[in-house]
Structure formats: C-alpha cells, structure tokens
C-alpha cells in the first residue's frame, strides 16, 4: 500500500467517529499497539526535541527503506506517533522527505491538540525526514572526482546512532 493509501485509511477509520473524546480514546487504543522499544532506544539520543511528552524514536535503515521504532510516556501521544509510523515506516528517504501528510489536518489532528502538543506532533515529523534526509545523503554517490565509497549500510541487528538530530 503506498502512502497515499495508508493515509486514506487513517481518514476512513477516524470518520467514523463524530466526537474528538472518541477520536482521542481510539488513537490511545492506536498506541497500545505500539510494539515495545527495546530499552536500550530509551535514550537521549532518540529523544525528539520539542516534545511536551517523551518521545523516542529510533530509524533501521537496510540501505533502501528506513523503519522507525517508537514509543512515549503519553498515552495520547503514543497514539500520534503510531500514527506516523503506520504512514512513513518502511518506506524509502525519499517517499519520506515528499510525503504529503495530508491525513493530520483531514483527521482534525493538529486543530484539536494543545498548542503543545501540536509542536510535538510536528517535532515528530521533521525528525522523522530528517532521519529520511540523512540517509539519503549518506547513500549519494561521491562526485565522479573522488572514488566511489561503498554504501554505509550497517545490519539491522546492530543499534544505528541516528545519523542526524533535530534541534529547537
């Protein structure tokens, strides 16, 4: 299902829901399954900046598709970011840094958040291309003056440290 698709189910699955006291108890269903982070992506180098929660968010990256990890200590923001993996995860840099995330306002997402939370929302998606930005830089052929490089591609098994942080 390409992103377009995915986002057109978030919208159909919310429109079902007249009330935002019902919207909001189904995106705290949403983060429930949210698989758990390994404890070790509980750090500061995976917290988002600008978050009124914490926020932690870890990219795999196989040399073509990053995958994000998340998770939260808000019950309603975990729902958001669920939200935002379901949309961008498995996807390529660059279906990524053009993603028009049209499914936010359709929800009614950003106009019925705290102005706080609203920040954390977008704090979440410019760090989330920014991860998708940097991997695509790091996988750039070198200019034809220089040899190529082989691609920096590290297993998935292995913790990445995340190639680029957002900062306010």
Do not use: H
């Not at 106009?111 to 609203?118: D, E, K």
């Amino acid at each position: 299902m390409d992103i377009t698709q995915v986002q057109n189910n978030i919208i159909d699955e919310f429109s079902v829901f007249e009330d935002w006291m019902d919207k909001y108890n189904f995106l705290i269903d949403i983060g429930k399954d949210l698989p758990v982070v390994d404890p070790r992506y509980k750090t500061k180098d995976y917290l988002i900046e600008g978050c009124q929660s914490k926020v932690w968010l870890y990219p795999e990256y196989d040399g073509n598709i990053i995958t994000f990890k998340a998770d939260s200590d808000a019950i309603i923001t975990r729902g958001i970011v669920s939200l935002l993996i379901k949309v961008l995860s498995g996807r390529t840099p660059q279906e990524i840094i053009s993603a028009d995330l049209f499914f936010i306002d359709r929800i009614g997402l950003r106009q019925n958040l705290s102005p706080t939370r609203s920040n954390g929302l977008l704090s979440m998606v410019r760090q989330m291309k920014l991860y998708a930005m940097a991997y695509q830089v790091r996988m750039t052929p070198s200019p034809v003056t220089q040899p190529p490089t082989p691609p920096l591609t590290p297993p998935l098994t292995s913790p990445l440290t995340p190639p680029f942080k957002a900062e306010n």
